[in-house]
């Protein structure tokens, strides 16, 4: 069926560290964006990323289309940093739904 | 300043008693969802509208009911809930492009309790 896969389910860091977030999905898609839950549950746009590469500071995403996969990456994290990630799509194939992935969990420690 | 707001932000409830909780964007958006998050279960689409008078199914729309009166509200109404609705539930709306959606804007998010 259409899914949308995360990994790693989890992930520490010691503050500095840089870090690769994956997000595969099932099927070709129209849309895929990038958000960040911070410790206070608020949802947050971090790329709108169909395919190709973009950039907001220390954090960096790429979209494969045609191999079905995004990445996200974090560079010299900051416990700022903490929080829930999730990639969520637009099928295709699909009604207008996005699907969420299960989201990776990341910690910084100080 | 562009934004999503929802009410109330906390809620608790008693099985079976109606309530309402309101979205509304100043984004001028023609699409907008809500979606309850549950541990373990991710981000769930309840119900979404494409514009105005317009609403569709998620994947969890059982006990929920939705309206789409004007573009800038989509409010979410349970006529009878359950414990199993407690949940942090979250709205969302952005623009509608060829493609679908594009580039969501999330309220702050309803924690409800029935009990």
């Known amino acids: 069926g259409i899914q949308v896969e995360q990994s790693p389910p989890d992930l520490i860091l010691q503050e500095g560290a840089n870090s690769t977030l994956r997000c595969n999905f099932s099927?070709?898609?129209?849309?895929l964006q990038w958000f960040h839950q911070n410790p206070w549950g608020q949802l947050i746009n971090l790329f709108y990323i169909p395919s190709g590469t973009k950039q907001n500071g220390r954090l960096s995403a790429t979209t494969v289309a045609t191999e079905r996969y995004s990445l996200l990456y974090i560079s010299s994290s900051q416990t700022t940093d903490s929080g829930v990630y999730f990639c969520a799509v637009v099928f295709t194939s699909g009604t207008y739904k996005y699907i969420f992935g299960t989201g990776t969990r990341l910690k910084v420690l100080a | 300043e562009a934004q999503v707001t929802q009410n109330p932000r906390y809620l608790i409830t008693v099985t079976g008693k109606k309530l309402t909780v309101t979205c509304s964007q100043n984004?001028?958006?023609?699409?907008m969802s809500w979606y309850r998050q549950d541990p373990g279960l991710g981000l769930r689409q309840i119900y979404y509208s494409m514009n105005v008078e317009v609403t569709d199914k998620g994947d969890v729309p059982e006990g929920y009911k939705v309206s789409r009166k004007e573009k800038r509200n989509f409010p979410l109404i349970l006529e009878s809930p359950s414990p199993n609705q407690t949940s942090l539930y979250f709205c969302a709306s952005t623009h509608l492009l060829a493609g679908g959606p594009y580039g969501y804007t999330f309220g702050s998010g309803t924690r409800l309790t029935v009990v």
């Open positions: 099927d070709s898609v129209n849309n």
């Open positions: 984004m001028n958006h023609e699409y």
